[in-house]
Nanobody, 123 residues
Framework: QVQLVESGGGLVQAGNSLRLSCAAS????????VGWFRQAPGKEREFVAG????????VYADSVKGRFTISRDNAKNTVYLQMNSLKPEDTAVYYC????????????????WGQGTQVTVSS
């Protein structure tokens, strides 16, 4: 059974950093591209960052480019999202998701999801 568990969320002041983790289990992690998404209250879920299966290829939403970094450790079955220079508009529930083969930037392309972790950035 595929399972994804996010952690690392919390309350931080603007300008500070957080690192989210997503631990995967239930299948061969390196066979799956990974995406981070977020959803703020009253808004649609949006793509934040994605990683290819090897981790060598990454893609970011314009809103986080230069501030967030996605990485993965296939030996540990874990993907990370390092978030620097956080802004109040980054406040959302953050989700990791997996799909076979290529990275995609739309949520409906991902069949496997974690339960989410709350990130709140105060001004």
């Amino acid at each position: 059974q595929v399972q994804l568990v996010e952690s690392g969320g919390g309350l931080v002041q603007a300008g500070n950093s957080l690192r989210l983790s997503c631990a995967a289990s239930g299948r061969t992690f390196s066979n799956y591209a990974v995406g981070w998404f977020r959803q703020a209250p009253g808004k649609e879920r949006e793509f934040v960052a994605g990683s290819t299966r090897s981790g060598e290829g990454t893609v970011y939403a314009d809103s986080v480019k230069g501030r967030f970094t996605i990485s993965r450790d296939n030996a540990k079955n874990t993907v990370y999202l390092q978030m620097n220079s956080l802004k109040p508009e980054d406040t959302a529930v953050y989700y990791c998701a997996e799909r076979v083969l290529r990275v995609a930037d739309t949520s409906n392309a991902y069949p496997y999801w974690g339960q989410g972790t709350q990130v709140t950035v105060s001004s």
